[in-house]
Every structure is written in structure tokens, then in C-alpha cells.
């Protein structure tokens, strides 16, 4: 029996039902209509990335911990960053390894020697966009718009609303502050407009990143002072996008100039999974009542000028 509409968290065996599997590591399977529909939102949000012309671009799964720490990002969220490594490539290390029983009375590895941790497993989309830019001085205003699926370590998970791994869509200007804020502004007046169409009202709400010991960083007390970024909040507590302002932060951390000045930076974000507990919430488990998102999306062009989608 499919849940019918109404707010608030839908139980797992109904998630089931139209496609979801939970681990308790934090990490979801999705098949069947749940599939459908995540693919469908992130088809809208790249529809709407139309909005700038924004050109889509694809990259790996981890970053080198080197560039990420340009921004200093291993020292503001240390707790919530996840490693790509690997064993001890040597002979020695791998015999070590084979000679012990491999994983412990707890299903984890045992114990061995690991390869230095010199890459860091995706924490936002967005890194990616200005690593690639690395050094480059811009000749214009640049709109990029990229998928990847992001990691970072939780004190808790939840389905759907908090995951350890979870699809990732933003969008990123690039370009002077005007432009930044210009970006911005269409993204909060193009979005109303798509949430309402999809039968969503998120309320907008000033945010902070969740930086480690938050108080003891000035960066956290400078966003309560002078906010850069706002999430849509559905349901009181459930943040389904993101507008943030980054003023000249990754233009001076990864040396990306634009007339001779450290390039700045905005981008919108949304969390793909956390758009299946919004719909599914309020729309209730029948495909049959699932908005058409990407419908919605080609509407939103057409009304800000972006064009069909």
C-alpha cells in the first residue's frame, strides 16, 4: 500500500517498496521508481543550471589532500573528512597483511600498515571546479555544473536525510562580486519558483558551515556575523538547497584571478537524496503523485528567460 500524502518521515518498509535499501553505515541502494525520481531531480537541477549556459563537467572521486588544504579545509572539518588509501604497497607490508586474519572479530580490516593518506574522498561537488582551475587567470565570468557523489563522516545517519556518501548537483559561478551576487540572487527567485511548482514551500534560512569546534574558528564566527550562506529548509529541519557566497575564499586559495584579482565565487547546491525524503513526504510513496520535476524545471527557463529545456 502506497503512503499518501502528508509531511514527516516515511518508514523504511514503504521506501522499500518503491526502490530504497538502507545500510547502517549510512549509505543507500536505490532502484526502481526511487531511482527514477532521483534522476529526474537531478535532470531538472541540471536543466536549471541552463539558466548561466552552465557547461557540465565530470570528475574523479577524491581530491589530493594537498590542494584541499589550500582552503585550509583539513583543519575546519577534520571530523567529517573520510581518506582514500590504500595497504602498504611493499612486499613486506602485503605478507604482513595475508600472514594476520585479514579482517578482525568485527568484520573490519586488521590491523596494517596503510599507504599515506594523500587523497581525500569528495566532501562537496564544488572543490572539484576550482581545483581544476588551479593557477588559471579567467578572461570572463565562468557558470560550471557538476554531479559527484560526496563523503563525509556523521555522529549519526539517517535514511535519506543524512548519509555518509550521497549524490551531490551544483552549480558554481566564478566571476567578480557583482556577478556572484547577481548568480545568487536569480538562483533564490528561479528556485522559489521551482519549489512551488513542485509542491514544496521551504523556508530560507541563514546557515553555517559545520566547521569543527565551531567557536574556536574565526571563519564560523564571521558567517554568524555576516552570513554567506542559506539553506531551504523543508519541514523546520530538513535542508533540500543551498546558496552560498564564497566572496574571493577559493579565488585566492587556489590562485584563480580574474583581472588580475582573486576571482570570486558562489554556487547553489543540492542533496539528491534529500529531495526523495521531501517529495516522498509530502507526495506520498505513488509514483502516480510524484511532481514532474524535470517539467517543472523547462517552466522555470521559460519564465526567466533560460530558454526550453
Request: hydrophobic share 40%.
Amino acid at each position: 500500500m502506497s503512503r499518501t500524502a502528508l509531511d514527516g518521515p516515511v518508514p523504511l518498509g514503504e521506501l522499500a517498496r518503491v526502490g530504497l535499501s538502507w545500510r547502517s553505515s549510512g549509505q543507500v541502494v536505490l532502484r526502481g521508481p526511487l531511482l527514477r525520481l532521483a534522476e529526474d531531480c537531478d535532470r531538472a537541477f541540471a536543466d536549471l543550471a541552463g539558466l548561466w549556459r552552465a557547461e557540465e563537467e565530470r570528475h574523479p572521486s577524491w581530491l589530493p589532500a594537498s590542494r584541499l588544504q589550500r582552503v585550509d579545509y583539513l583543519r575546519s572539518f577534520p571530523h567529517q573528512a573520510a581518506f582514500a588509501t590504500r595497504l602498504g604497497p611493499g612486499e613486506a607490508d602485503l605478507d604482513a597483511f595475508l600472514a594476520g586474519p585479514v579482517l578482525d572479530e568485527d568484520g573490519a580490516v586488521a590491523r596494517a600498515r596503510l599507504s599515506p593518506a594523500s587523497q581525500v574522498l569528495t566532501p562537496a561537488a564544488c572543490y572539484h571546479v576550482f581545483d581544476e582551475r588551479l593557477g588559471q587567470a579567467l578572461d570572463g565570468t565562468r557558470y560550471v555544473t557538476t554531479r559527484n557523489t560526496c563523503f563525509r563522516h556523521e555522529r549519526e545517519y539517517v535514511p535519506l536525510r543524512r548519509l555518509s556518501a550521497f549524490t551531490m548537483r551544483e552549480v558554481v559561478c566564478l566571476g567578480t562580486a557583482a556577478d556572484t551576487a547577481a548568480f545568487l540572487q536569480l538562483a533564490r527567485d528561479a528556485l522559489d519558483m521551482f519549489f512551488s511548482l513542485v509542491g514544496l514551500a521551504p523556508a530560507w534560512q541563514a546557515a553555517t558551515d559545520p566547521f569543527f569546534r565551531p567557536r574556536d574558528n574565526p571563519r564560523y564566527l564571521l558567517q554568524r556575523v555576516e552570513p554567506v550562506k542559506h539553506e531551504a529548509v523543508h519541514g523546520g529541519d530538513l535542508a533540500i538547497a543551498s546558496v552560498n557566497r564564497h566572496h574571493d575564499h577559493f579565488g585566492a586559495g587556489f590562485d584563480i584571478t580574474l583581472g588580475g584579482e582573486p576571482a570570486h565565487s558562489a554556487c547553489v547546491a543540492f542533496g539528491i537524496e534529500r529531495w526523495l525524503c521531501a517529495l516522498t513526504g509530502r507526495h506520498g510513496t505513488d509514483p502516480g503523485s510524484w511532481p514532474d520535476a524535470v517539467r517543472a524545471a523547462a517552466a522555470v527557463r521559460r519564465a526567466f528567460g533560460g530558454g526550453p529545456a
